[in-house]
């Protein structure tokens, strides 16, 4: 997959896009790139996605935006994963947003990007003051020579997938509901960097995940299924090559440790005593066992933190075979 930032002044080669933010790649996204692929190869066109980074509005009011549920790089892998042949990244900023619906129809997607054919959601809006929209698309396709499609809601168990829906039920600690809306267990990858080691004294080990965002969208304690990059790997390891591993995540604050920390995600592994600094991590949120608590001493800390092994040991036990590959769908997710 081809990754490009900016718009460039005159195309290359015309493409099929498909225009949003696409956090989380939810189904709804994957309808799209569906749809999207079949116009692609319908009108042999480069199947091509923009997205905006930063989100727009973690441009104008970064204290209210939504917290990410993807950062860019999983964002990228995912898109990559849905079989997409290029990614536009525009960067968002006062230059753009100051940029007029025509002047994006005509300077952007005519002549920067050749669109021969695009397709947005039902509440797709934008330009200036978000003053684009379907119908304006639709009165400038003759004079630009694309055609446009609009791709209506779509809906798990009548409720509308979206992006925020999986917020929500990711807040509410709902992670079946998550795995409907994505089509997949909900996950956060990363590199294991040091950490203070108290999960070591304490007698439970702990890799920590280099966190991209301090807001993740949900917190707690997990069971979780963990993909394990390779040793002296220092890119993004491909899928075939991550071990699957299962463990107790804490994604938190830590309050019995910090009085005002940040985000912190913890992984215990069951069974495993390898050095994984470095290491390029996959945590999958499989269960919420409890939200995160503060305790007097470390001591309660420590016996809390053992029944939540014991209590993750469990859920493995009974649940296995239907959870057992819950990597490997995800693993099989992104190779197809």
């Not at 709902?174 to 004294?201: A, E, F, M, Q």
């Not at 993909?227 to 220092?234: A, Y």
């Not at 495993?272 to 001493?297: C, M, Q």
Request: with cysteine; net charge positive.
């Amino acid at each position: 997959m081809r990754v490009s930032r900016g718009i460039p002044v005159q195309a290359e080669a015309p493409v099929a896009l498909t225009i949003g933010n696409f956090d989380g790649v939810h189904l709804g996204h994957q309808a799209m790139l569906v749809r999207l692929k079949e116009a692609a190869s319908r009108l042999h066109l480069g199947a091509c996605v923009m997205i905006f980074e930063p989100h727009p509005r973690e441009f104008f009011a970064p204290d209210q935006a939504p917290t990410r549920l993807t950062s860019l790089r999983e964002k990228l892998e995912l898109l990559a994963a849905a079989g997409v042949d290029r990614v536009q990244i525009c960067r968002f900023n006062f230059d753009f947003a100051r940029i007029s619906a025509e002047d994006f129809i005509v300077r952007i997607l005519r002549r920067g990007l050749a669109v021969r054919w695009i397709l947005v959601g039902d509440d797709f809006r934008f330009g200036a003051r978000r003053a684009g929209d379907f119908a304006m698309l639709k009165a400038f396709s003759d004079e630009c020579g694309f055609e446009v499609e609009e791709m209506p809601a779509y809906a798990v168990d009548g409720l509308r997938v979206s992006s925020t829906a999986v917020r929500e039920a990711l807040a509410d600690g709902d992670l079946d509901l998550v795995r409907r809306l994505l089509g997949r267990s909900y996950g956060i990858s990363g590199r294991v960097v040091s950490g203070d080691r108290l999960g070591k004294k304490l007698g439970f080990p702990t890799a920590n995940i280099q966190l991209k965002h301090n807001r993740p969208p949900l917190s707690g304690i997990f069971a979780v299924e963990v993909e394990v990059g390779p040793q002296g790997v220092t890119a993004l390891p491909s899928p075939k090559s991550m071990r699957a591993m299962r463990g107790v995540a804490s994604l938190g604050v830590r309050p019995t440790v910090h009085e005002n920390g940040k985000p912190v995600l913890e992984v215990h592994l069951f069974d495993f005593a390898e050095d994984i600094y470095g290491r390029h991590l996959r945590v999958h949120f499989l269960r919420k066992l409890r939200n995160e608590e503060k305790y007097p001493d470390l001591e309660t800390l420590t016996r809390q933190i053992a029944r939540d092994v014991e209590q993750a040991r469990h859920y493995f036990a009974s649940v296995a075979p239907a959870f057992s590959a819950a990597v490997e769908k995800n693993r099989l997710h992104r190779l197809n």
